[in-house]
């Protein structure tokens, strides 16, 4: 091997390092804001069946609130599954392939779903940016902030897919596939 196909291999292999690295901070972050989420969520419906319910006063915002923050769990949460490789699948074909083969399908299955979470944040940001003039009945939120986590949750999915193209892209499988 020529040195300079040596340095580019060093190149490409520490730039698929940092890019593992920023999926998994962004993971990490997204985890955060899922727990914190998901407990505003359920303080909010607990709260609310208590006003409901004991003092016979409802909260008219709480209903509202919980269905954004559920809006926001769902998109935040697909990315985290996304970076697990928990999303369901149908594998009965591909286990059956032979080892390059399984590699040519998830090149191919990792670089759809790119092509899928990069129309997420193109689409996803018109459609915030379309709305951003709107606001909620009950909170009073601008309608463009509910709506911002489908490109929020596109663009993190877009990195997780390029870091899973990355790391197979240089021999290594994606977490979750093929036991690594």
Not at 64 to 72: D, K, P, S, T
Not at 114 to 141: D, E, N, T
């Amino acid at each position: 091997m020529a040195p300079d196909s040596k340095a580019a291999v060093a190149r490409r292999s520490r730039a698929a390092a940092r890019l593992e690295r920023l999926s998994l901070g962004l993971n990490r972050a997204v985890e955060y804001l899922l727990f914190a989420g998901g407990l505003t969520m359920a303080l909010v419906v607990a709260v609310q069946v208590f006003c409901r319910y004991v003092l016979n006063h409802s909260l008219f915002w709480s209903e509202e609130l919980a269905r954004y923050l559920l809006v926001w769990i769902t998109f935040l949460g697909a990315s985290c599954a996304y970076r697990r490789s928990s999303h369901p699948g149908v594998d009965v074909l591909y286990v059956r392939l032979p080892a390059a083969g399984r590699k040519i399908v998830r090149l191919l299955v990792t670089a759809g779903a790119a092509f899928f979470f990069f129309i997420l944040l193109v689409w996803g940001g018109k459609f915030a940016w379309f709305v951003r003039f709107q606001v909620s009945p009950a909170l009073g939120l601008c309608k463009g902030l509910v709506y911002a986590v489908v490109p929020l949750s596109g663009a993190v999915m877009l990195v997780h897919a390029a870091a899973f193209l990355a790391r197979e892209l240089g021999g290594r499988p994606g977490p979750g596939r093929d036991g690594a």
